[in-house]
């Protein structure tokens, strides 16, 4: 577990926009519990005002938080398509806001709360539009939060513009952040990511279709049960790129229970926050329902950042290689000589198997254990390869 380094500032228990937001909204704050502790409460659904329910969890306590707040849309009036049908829109009194700095100083409140609750090595991710999502990044560079990525989700089907005016709205943005600049040891999978993606490294452009079809909740009428229900391929994506299995996952905006659902079937732990009593059991009801995956299918692969560290130099002590021994690439254009100490020659000048790979090739940098093969039996291996046979002994 990383420790927090003692010349950073802790976050105040109770900032002052998290009590001005209480006192003005009549909410009464409940006291937090003791650093450290597990909240007795996950894979719950905590009803009331996010505000005061975050204010009674403890610090330090939560290892992801998903955050889809109100987007304070501004909508006036209802929409319609071109059929003169209406749009079902959100125009609930959630995402209403009555100024710009209200918005801004309730933002700033639950972001104020979170970062209290996340431990050093857990992230947080929000989601907004263009409407209230850079008024959220600020909020979060201005609290102390560093910025990891911004992920734009690119809808495969996403609503038109019906009245012409603007541009379809075929995009929203996710803000990827760290508690702080100095905690630096967050949780990311990259390399199960990059398995995952043809191993290619995952892009901050993520091509996903909205919440349709049999995925959409819907209430007794057929209608919607929740205006802005997220995808669970979007919230699947989060959750194993920054969690564990294990992992308390918290939402202060539940909603439809996305995030509970996808952290259910993924090994995690859930904690919603929901203050409307339709929307608590519409997610309970969907939760209840799912099957978790089998630890085997959840378990986490290797990571290059945890395995050991290998110099060149122990794969002469462990006999793999041995000095005066020839290292070539893999379409024999250049050789390097092994000395001693683990050092390479080429030609006259001296180095490490990552700066000679580089200075052959006039590049600036090079990966010597992925360019460098040696002659064992009449084949080119892949000194990598001796390197991956040490780390088997290792762990043997």
């Known amino acids: 577990m990383t420790v927090r380094p003692s010349s950073q500032k802790r976050v105040p228990r109770k900032s002052d926009a998290v009590q001005a937001v209480a006192r003005k909204s009549g909410i009464a704050t ?51 398509r071109p059929d003169q049908s209406v749009v079902d829109a959100v125009n609930d009194d959630w995402d209403k806001f009555a100024s710009f700095a209200d918005y801004d100083a309730f933002t700033r409140a639950w972001l104020t709360e979170c970062r209290r609750v996340m431990k050093p090595q ?27 990525n911004d992920i734009v989700w690119r809808k495969a089907n996403p609503m038109p513009n ?21 905690d630096r040891h967050y949780t990311f999978h990259y390399e199960a990511l990059k398995s995952g993606n043809e191993d290619v490294q995952m892009r901050s452009d993520w091509f996903i279709p909205l919440c349709t079809g049999g995925e959409r909740i819907k209430d007794t009428k057929g209608r919607k049960a929740h205006p802005t229900q997220k995808p669970e391929e979007l919230l699947a994506r989060i959750i194993l790129s920054s969690s564990n299995p294990g992992d308390l996952v918290l939402d202060p905006f539940f909603g439809s229970g996305t995030t509970g659902a996808v952290a259910k079937r993924l090994g995690r732990h859930y904690l919603g926050i929901e203050r ?36 060149f130099s122990a794969l002469i002590e462990a006999g793999l290689v041995k000095a005066g021994d020839v290292l070539r690439d893999g379409k024999g254009r250049f050789e390097a000589v092994i000395r001693p100490d683990g050092a390479v020659m080429f030609g006259q000048i001296m180095g490490s198997i990552h700066k000679i790979g580089a200075l052959a090739q006039g590049l600036p940098a090079c990966n010597g254990w992925t360019f460098w093969h040696i002659e064992q039996a009449g084949s080119l291996v892949l000194i990598d390869d001796l390197r991956k046979a040490i780390r088997s002994r290792m762990a043997a």
């Open 122 to 148: 857990a992230s947080l991710w929000v989601i907004g539009s263009y409407h209230n999502i850079f008024r959220v990044g600020t909020a979060l560079q201005d609290l102390g939060f560093w910025m990891l």
């Open 30 to 80: 409940l006291k937090p519990r003791q650093a450290g502790q597990v909240p007795a409460m996950q894979n719950q659904i905590l009803q009331g005002d996010c505000l005061a329910r975050l204010a009674s969890l403890p610090d330090a306590s939560v290892d992801l938080v998903f955050a889809d707040p109100p987007y304070n849309l501004q909508l006036e009036g209802a929409l319609s």
């Open 276 to 311: 409307d009593p339709a929307y608590v059991d519409v997610a309970k009801t969907r939760i209840e329902a799912v099957v978790p995956l089998e630890d085997p299918l959840l378990a986490l692969g290797p990571s290059k950042r945890s395995e050991p560290r290998i110099p």
């Open 162 to 182: 019906f009245r012409g005016r603007r541009f379809t709205n075929a995009h929203e943005t996710l803000i990827w952040a760290a508690r702080s600049q100095t």
